[in-house]
């Protein structure tokens, strides 16, 4: 009897000792690691401008496509890129990729332009759970004499992409570009007072607003 209850006992202990040694390393290494997750957000700017100030103001939208209002060869173009950590924890390291469609050169925004590739990336830095961050470029059409000969409208697709090592996501605009006809005279482009408050916006909201800098080719 004494031997059959010194056994059970031991065999209880044992089995308790386990239990409580498996949900200690439970507490310890088997908790999820948070879910990280990223939104990029594409626009881009309509040809058409208004005045507000002496000011012109810009209206950005998903997409343009031929059955809308249309860019001319030379005229200025706006891409608004809006970046938000999606996640409950913060993301360090966020990068940001722009790859520039062929028919346009980029002028103005953050980060550094590779001509060979044709890509502007940049880091954005760490963003806290939840947090918004936008970014300008600002590019150009082609002039006339630099479009296809054999064509009359070109649509383009501006691709955008934001990343981490755990979480990425990308977004395209699509505008249109149609090439003049002789004795029509081309649309008025942006003034300067436009480039001062986008550039200034910059610095102000994000202290990346700065002049592409082109990678030798």
Not at 35 to 60: A, C, F, H, N, R
Not at 126 to 144: D, L
């Amino acid at each position: 009897m004494n031997k059959l209850f010194v056994l059970l006992t031991t065999l209880v202990i044992a089995l308790f000792a386990s239990a409580h040694s498996t949900f200690a390393q439970y507490g310890q290494y088997g908790q999820p690691a948070p879910v990280e997750s990223i939104l990029i957000d594409k626009q881009v700017s309509k040809p058409v401008t208004t005045s507000k100030g002496g000011v012109l103001q810009y209206e950005y939208v998903d997409n343009l496509t031929p059955s809308d209002v249309r860019f001319q060869p030379g005229m200025d173009i706006y891409f608004k890129l809006r970046v938000k950590n999606t996640s409950a924890t913060s993301l360090d390291n966020v990068m940001v990729t722009d790859k520039v469609p062929w028919y346009l050169n980029p002028i103005e925004g953050p980060g550094t332009y590779d001509a060979n590739a044709r890509t502007i990336s940049f880091n954005a830095g760490t963003f806290a759970s939840n947090e918004e961050r936008v970014f300008y470029f600002k590019m150009q059409w082609f002039t006339q004499d630099k479009l296809p000969a054999d064509r009359g409208l070109m649509c383009v697709s501006n691709y955008a992409r934001a990343y981490t090592n755990n979480a990425s996501d990308d977004d395209t605009a699509q505008a249109c570009v149609e090439k003049q006809v002789l004795g029509v005279k081309q649309a008025p482009k942006a003034g300067p007072e436009m480039n001062i408050v986008l550039v200034a916006g910059q610095l102000a909201m994000l202290g990346l607003g700065i002049k592409l800098k082109k990678k030798s080719v």
